[in-house]
């Protein structure tokens, strides 16, 4: 089967396509890119990198641990120095480690949300966030030159590459949570005592909101944060439907407010005092309202096309510039590096913002929420419902189509551009965009998107609108084109 990497890496399924080989060669396409000197764009560095060192990290999965000491070895083949995480640890951990210790790339075995049975490897450039998509296809070119000149990977015995330094064990948390000490207001949280309930959902972020909040006020109480390689079952997804046990967690009154971090802990989740789960979509909105107004802080607003328009409405409100990107946090970081950027998401919970690094981080956001809390003195249902108040109503849904065969996205769009519906439901539609998909905006600022999938027989479908029966109209919208396709 070959090998693709999509918008953050490559995933396979365990035993079938992720194999130990099949991670050896890819691991020697990324050193051979890197041999070249064409991976980093210097003019984002505030240095130049160290050309011959790389970073490796893994997650909580099958076999993770593993699969990691073999890309280090791999790479060690190589002449890199190699930092090789001493046991399982979150993503932006690991790519905050890239920028911190100035090396040219980092890897992360991870397959972040996916289900258990899948693994993965996420590459990271030198300023610490995800590799771009030429950066990728650099990868795919080395990988299947090196299959068709039947070049194996260079290989070098573990245990010997540690003697000669050439592979080095660290903890990459402690530098991590200094970084992430100058980016929250820690002294809000020796004030008043607060009840936290930490979901890490068995993934790598298992232990780290409660190691960096010991000696504060708050009490932590995490649920499935042990070592759980199966996930325990479940989908290590931070969404509504994955969050029963956080939500039996506040019932039961172990805490007043949940966070919940998916597979890699790169993604945020969280859930009210009242058990409602908030998305990402709210907490973005929330840390946008939080930066701007109690923070005093500006800067340009990104959001991924699938992502609330709340946030427009919050940047035009204090007249601050917004960008709509295509999906993919890589679009994001883009904006990030180039331009002065207050904070960057997407829908499905990857945010960051100003001083950290142009990655997703789920530990951040976490904290950040509880410094919304603190500094407020307020739950997060009710910093919710005055966000609503203010820049709502907003209901959101997402919905994926299947089709009886795959279809050109490109010529799907231009079809949909040139058949554009004038209403949907009972609203005129005011603009189109097609940056990825298309996306009908209409008067009142609901919108639908419809994104057909490169890779599959699915029509991504999402929707937001100022109310109930406008989502449902929108979605129903959607549910035809999807029928008449198939």
Same mark, same amino acid.
């Given at each position: ?390 820049? %709502?109503?907003?209901?959101?849904? #997402?919905?994926?189509?299947?089709? &009886?065969? =795959?279809?050109?996205? *490109? $010529?799907?769009? @231009? ?38 999938? %490169?890779?599959?027989?699915?029509? #991504?479908?999402?929707?937001?609108? &100022?109310? =109930?029966?406008?989502? *449902? $109209?929108?979605? @129903? ?10």
């Amino acid at each position: 089967m070959p090998i693709h990497f999509g918008t953050d890496g490559w995933r396979a399924v365990i035993s079938e396509t992720f194999t130990f080989h099949n991670l050896r060669m890819v691991t020697q396409a990324i050193a051979d890119t890197l041999s070249s000197h064409t991976w980093n764009d210097l003019s984002v560095l505030d240095q130049e990198p160290d050309f011959k060192k790389a970073v490796v990290g893994f997650d909580s999965r099958f076999l993770s641990d593993r699969y990691g000491s073999e890309v280090a070895r791999v790479l060690a083949a190589n002449g890199f120095k190699v930092f090789l995480a001493q046991s399982d640890c979150p993503t932006p951990a690991i790519s905050y480690a890239v920028k911190n210790l100035n090396a040219v790339a980092g890897i992360m075995i991870t397959a972040s949300h996916n289900a258990p049975r899948y693994n993965g490897v996420k590459v990271k450039a030198a300023f610490g966030g995800s590799a771009s998509p030429e950066q990728c296809a650099k990868v795919e070119v080395y990988l299947n030159d090196n299959e068709e000149q039947a070049r194996g990977p260079n290989l070098m015995d573990y245990d010997a590459a540690k003697e000669q330094g050439k592979i080095v064990r660290f903890n990459p948390i402690p530098d991590y949570y200094a970084h992430l000490r100058t980016l929250i207001d820690f002294d809000l949280f020796c004030e008043e005592p607060m009840h936290v309930v930490v979901d890490s959902m068995y993934g790598s972020g298992r232990g780290t909101i409660k190691g960096i909040l010991q000696g504060t006020a708050v009490e932590v109480t995490e649920i499935r944060g042990d070592m759980n390689p199966g996930f325990g079952g479940c989908h290590p997804e931070p969404i509504g439907k994955h969050l029963g046990p956080l939500m039996g967690a506040i019932a039961s009154g172990l805490g007043t407010v949940g966070l919940a971090t998916d597979g890699d802990a790169d993604r945020i989740g969280a859930m009210d005092e009242r058990g409602n789960f908030v998305d990402p979509h709210k907490i973005m909105s929330l840390a946008v309202k939080h930066l701007i107004e109690k923070r005093g802080m500006t800067g340009a607003v990104v959001r991924t096309i699938s992502t609330t328009r709340m946030i427009d409405r919050l940047a035009k409100k204090h007249n601050l510039p917004i960008y709509e990107t295509p999906v993919g946090f890589n679009h994001i970081a883009d904006l990030m590096l180039n331009e002065d950027v207050l904070i960057g998401g997407e829908e499905s919970g990857g945010i960051s913002f100003k001083g950290h690094i142009a990655e997703g981080d789920g530990i951040l956001m976490g904290l950040l929420i509880l410094e919304m809390m603190a500094s407020s003195g307020k739950p997060l249902g009710v910093l919710v419902d005055e966000l609503l108040e203010e820049v %709502g109503p907003a209901f959101y849904e #997402r919905r994926d189509m299947r089709l &009886r065969y =795959p279809v050109s996205k *490109k $010529a799907m769009v @231009e079809k949909l551009k040139n058949t554009a519906p004038e209403m949907i439901g009972s609203e005129k539609v005011a603009e189109i965009v097609t940056i990825d998909g298309i996306k009908y905006v209409m008067a009142d600022d609901s919108w639908l998107l419809i994104r057909p999938s %490169g890779t599959e027989p699915v029509l #991504r479908v999402y929707a937001e609108g &100022r109310s =109930p029966e406008m989502v *449902k $109209a929108l979605l @129903e919208f959607g549910q035809q084109i999807a029928d008449t396709v198939s």
